[in-house]
């Protein structure tokens, strides 16, 4: 196990916010980290377990200890019919899994194609891009609790999945340690290519394989998202929110172009970017912070900002849309 003290989160963060942490472990193996929370290694407490830090914002400094987890591995673990069950370490680049799973002809992950991050937040987060969510190909998920050093395996239904959430961000929020995750993949894939222009991208690919369609969602991310590595951010800083038919009714006659998806809860999906963008705030700057220029749901850190500074911004952001529309918009970055 690896500790150190006094580290820059800069490289941490995809904002690039420059904090420190008081202390930070990075942990390899199952029986590490269930010693350091059987209290076996004592250490510094609030503790954040940190992933690529692609949904995180810093406000200050982290006056506790941040744990990293690092298990590694890629497995084919069994072919049943035409699935192929595959699982993957917590620690493993997310893309570099989905590009694993596609050269080898397996489907089920490639609409989620360059999604920053590590495995063990995916299932944390349910991420979900291109008309695809991973709950649909997550079996169960390996986990060590927080409190007691216990492990315990969380099948599909009890990991409690939602539009971009699940039982670990909900009510065991913090006392689980994702380790592994295991997903059931396709060795005949069906492709999805329903979700905006990915037909027409894998048409220009050379037609509709497995590979195409990953080469085709990676460049249509490339030209719409920023990339952290150039300027700071976390993607979409909010969640597309789920009002009632009634409310989209009223903002339907009050704004004919504001877009409507049916949910499958019932209520109505609204677009938070286009009710943000029809704010006004769409390319524009408070400080060091600002709204993506082509993306108005993307929040970016254009220098030096603070985390208090992205903070404030989307504060003002929720604001405006709550003054405008009437409706509340919830945050999809954790800020800490
Ligand atoms: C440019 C860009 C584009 C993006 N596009 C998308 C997109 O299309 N779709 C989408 O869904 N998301 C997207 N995101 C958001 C982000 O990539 C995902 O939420 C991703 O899963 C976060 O992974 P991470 O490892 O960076 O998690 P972190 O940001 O490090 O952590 C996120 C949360 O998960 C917890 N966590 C992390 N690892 C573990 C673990 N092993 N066990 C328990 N808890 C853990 C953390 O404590 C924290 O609460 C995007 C982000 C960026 C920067």
Same mark, same amino acid.
């Given at each position: 196990m690896l500790i150190n003290k006094n580290i820059s989160l800069k490289h941490f963060n995809t904002f690039g916010l420059d904090y420190k942490a008081e202390c930070m472990v990075r942990v390899r193996t199952k029986k590490e980290a269930v010693a350091l929370f059987k209290g076996e290694i004592s250490f510094k407490k609030p503790l954040l377990i940190l992933g690529g830090g692609s949904n995180i914002l810093f406000t200050g400094d982290f006056k506790g200890t941040i744990l990293l987890p690092d298990f590694k591995g890629i497995r084919i673990e069994k072919k049943e019919g035409r699935s192929v069950i595959v699982s993957a370490g917590a620690g493993i680049v997310w893309d570099k899994l989905v590009e694993w799973t596609t050269e080898r002809? /397996?489907?089920? /992950?490639?609409?989620?194609? /360059?999604?920053?991050?590590k495995v063990g937040a995916v299932p944390v987060q349910n991420i979900g891009a291109y008309g695809a969510e991973v709950k649909d190909t997550i079996i169960k998920v390996r986990a060590i609790s927080v409190i007691d050093g216990s492990v315990r395996f969380f099948n599909n239904k009890e990991c409690g999945f939602g539009y971009r959430t699940s039982i670990f961000k909900g009510s065991?929020?913090?006392?689980y340690l994702v380790t592994r995750v295991w997903f059931r993949l396709s060795g005949e894939p069906v492709l999805?290519?329903?979700?905006?222009s990915l037909n027409e991208e894998v048409a220009k690919l050379g037609g509709a394989t497995l590979k195409n369609l990953r080469k085709a969602v990676i460049h249509i991310r490339q030209n719409k998202l920023p990339d952290p590595e150039v300027t700071g951010n976390a993607g979409s800083f909010y969640k597309n929110p789920v009002v009632s038919p009634q409310l989209a009714d009223i903002l339907k006659k009050r704004f004919p172009q504001i877009p409507c998806y049916d949910d499958p809860s019932g209520g109505i999906k609204l677009a938070a970017g286009w009710m943000i963008e029809h704010c006004?705030?769409?390319? %524009? %700057?408070?400080g060091k912070a600002g709204v993506h220029e082509n993306q108005a749901l993307v929040l970016i850190n254009?220098?030096?900002?603070s985390g208090k500074e992205i903070l404030d911004l989307s504060e003002k952001i929720r604001a405006s849309v709550m003054e405008k529309f009437g409706v509340e918009l919830d945050r999809e970055v954790v800020v800490i």
């Open positions: 002809g /397996l489907g089920g /992950l490639e609409n989620l194609s /360059l999604i920053p991050g065991e929020k913090g006392r999805n290519l329903n979700y905006g006004g705030w769409k390319g %524009r %700057r408070l254009t220098g030096e900002a």
